[in-house]
């Protein structure tokens, strides 16, 4: 087998694989005390019991403050659409105290006689921009009809962004060199203590540089922002699309200001209560369940390329794809494999590398495509499966795969995505403690248990908490009816969320998509028609179905010309987890 164990030579994705899978640091936590029995995900995980139902959120919490006025200007980087800047208490405590910024986009209604208000939107993270999402894809990421009715309107959280970011090194720069020396799936008890390492210097690094904006960074206070953004839009309710993390928000929002919702759909759920994980002694990587979703619909990945054959699937041309994924993945968990980089010579492509790449990918099947073809290409590098003619044909370099799988992009910052999930959740997790339940996930979940088993090591040393954050309780008062989607084999937001976190609302019409990625945006026309009756009128079917448009694998000309939708939210930091 071609396997290198020589340094690995730096190249352009490196730092993007490494920031996809750092991004992705949830908050977690587990007491000492907990056992290997207990910490490690069964495979018939249950998601949380829903909370108790509650009172009402009493008045205290639903902070009034100053409604600032909206100074729209002509976006200089998007055309059609608008941009302002607003200032917001940075302490809801001291609402005429000090300020923060948010950076606001909008896209005006196409029929303003018609128009209803605004629809504001949360394209997941935490950390996602709303700025540069809606600038990409606020033309065609609705139904005209609600296009027709709302203005878009969307927003850097606090934190992230042109919104005041939450940095933890000088400057990018510093933070891409930081990164590119951690280990993406540390292995090797030399590589753990690396990543123990790297995550204590990254927290420190947020707490010294940002301290003040992290303090102030929970969701809580992102909601409370949305709340005095509704007031400065002149909309008397909420009109709330949310996906992702973007539901988290929403959970909050209306937990909040109950009486301050009109429509909220909320698509991609996590159960509010596995985010906080308030009573709870499971990591957050446990309690998200990610680690078995991205297993699941992995699975689903190897099984429709099986049914596709070669001509759609490249990696059927290697044999059975279980087996040569697993096979791929098995020796490069023993060491890079050289592949060819298209210009006469080889780069070492890694085990981290590759999970960072297939978590993504699963996030929409008009990637799956490549994904294929990667696979393909590493395992004719290394000698797997049946090295027939077609198998070795030349297809992509490794980049050009790499850039269409939206793997290569411009630098995010990590403190962007730590600042909520730092302050949202509880932490009972040690630092120290994370190579042996990393260690324990993998054996439940081999590979994703592993990439996924970080999750929340960039919070464990987290020292600042931010006093108004919102932990609960989640049983929701809103009169309103919502909408809640999940999709079948989501490998982020695992479906059997889906009703759990419905329940905690009186009137949830919960909608599922039999299909395969990461929320709804872009892959199904009955969705978005079904989404479009219930923000304009306020209706939707409860235990509706919808399927996706366009199969895995489908022939080019039936792929969608909306698939690059969900590409263009990954690349601009969307949905994020």
């Known amino acids: ?50 909370s ?124 891409a060199e930081y990164f590119a020396g951690l280990p993406t799936a540390p292995i090797t008890r030399a590589e753990e203590r690396r990543a123990v390492a790297g995550f204590a210097r990254i927290a420190a690094g947020c707490q010294v540089i940002s301290g003040d904006r992290l303090s102030t960074a929970s969701t809580a206070n992102v909601a409370r922002d949305m709340d005095v953004l509704r007031q400065a839009l002149g909309d008397d309710q909420l009109t709330y699309i949310g996906y992702s993390y973007g539901t988290i928000l929403g959970a909050t929002y209306s937990a909040l200001f109950p009486d301050r919702v009109r429509a909220l759909v909320l698509d991609g759920t996590i159960d509010p209560v596995a985010w906080s994980g308030t009573g709870s002694e499971d990591p957050i990587a446990t309690r998200l369940g990610q680690a078995e979703a991205a297993t699941e619909t992995f699975a689903e990945f190897n099984r429709l390329c099986a049914e596709a054959g070669p001509g759609a699937c490249p990696l059927a041309a290697l044999g059975d794809p279980a087996a040569v994924t697993e096979e791929v993945l098995t020796t490069l968990r023993e060491g890079p494999v050289e592949v060819p980089d298209g210009e006469g010579g080889t780069v070492p492509f890694t085990y981290g590398e590759m999970l960072a790449v297939s978590f993504q990918a699963m996030y929409g099947t008009a990637a799956w495509p490549q994904l294929s073809q990667l696979f393909a290409q590493v395992a004719v590098a290394a000698d797997i499966g049946e090295q027939r003619p077609s198998a070795r044909s030349q297809g992509p370099s490794l980049d050009d795969l790499l850039r269409e799988l939206g793997v290569v992009e411009d630098y995010p910052s990590l403190g962007n995505a730590l600042a909520a999930q730092c302050m949202d959740a509880a932490e009972p997790l040690r630092l120290w403690q994370y190579p042996a339940y990393v260690d324990e996930l993998d054996e439940a979940y081999p590979h994703f248990g592993r990439f996924r088993g970080w999750t929340g090591a960039g919070c464990a040393p987290m020292i600042l908490r931010d006093e108004d954050a919102y932990t609960g309780p989640w049983g929701q008062t809103t009169q309103a009816p919502v909408m809640v989607i999940g999709t079948r084999y989501d490998p982020a937001t695992p479906y059997h969320f889906t009703e759990p976190y419905a329940d905690h609302y009186d009137d949830a019409r919960v909608m599922t998509v039999e299909g395969w990625g990461h929320t709804t945006l872009g892959v199904s026309t009955c969705a978005d028609s079904a989404i479009a009756r219930y923000l304009v009128d306020v209706e939707a079917d409860d235990g509706a179905t919808c399927e996706q448009d366009v199969a895995p694998f489908a022939p080019v000309e039936q792929r969608s010309d909306r698939a690059d939708l969900r590409a263009q939210v990954v690349r601009s930091g969307g949905w994020g987890l």
């Open 52 to 175: 108790p139902p509650s009172s009402p959120v009493t008045s205290a919490l639903q902070v009034d403050a100053p409604v600032p006025d909206i100074d729209w200007q002509p976006c200089d980087d998007a055309e059609g659409y608008d941009c302002a800047e607003i200032e917001v208490p940075s302490d809801y405590d001291r609402p005429h105290g000090r300020t923060t910024t948010i950076a606001v986009t909008r896209l005006p209604a196409t029929d303003p006689e018609s128009r209803i208000g605004s629809a504001l939107v949360n394209f997941g993270g935490p950390g996602g921009p709303g700025l540069d999402n809606l600038h990409a894809v606020g033309e065609v990421m609705v139904d005209p009809e609600v296009r027709a009715r709302f203005d878009l309107v969307s927003f850097d959280p606090r934190g992230v962004g042109q919104s005041d970011p939450v940095t933890c090194f000088r400057d990018a720069e510093r933070e």
């Open 1 to 50: 087998m071609n396997r290198s164990t020589t340094p690995r030579r730096p190249r352009p994705f490196t730092t993007a694989v490494a920031a996809l899978s750092a991004g992705a640091l949830l908050a977690a936590g587990i007491p000492a005390t907990a056992g290997a029995a207990e910490r490690a995900a069964p495979a018939t995980m249950t998601p949380p019991a829903a």
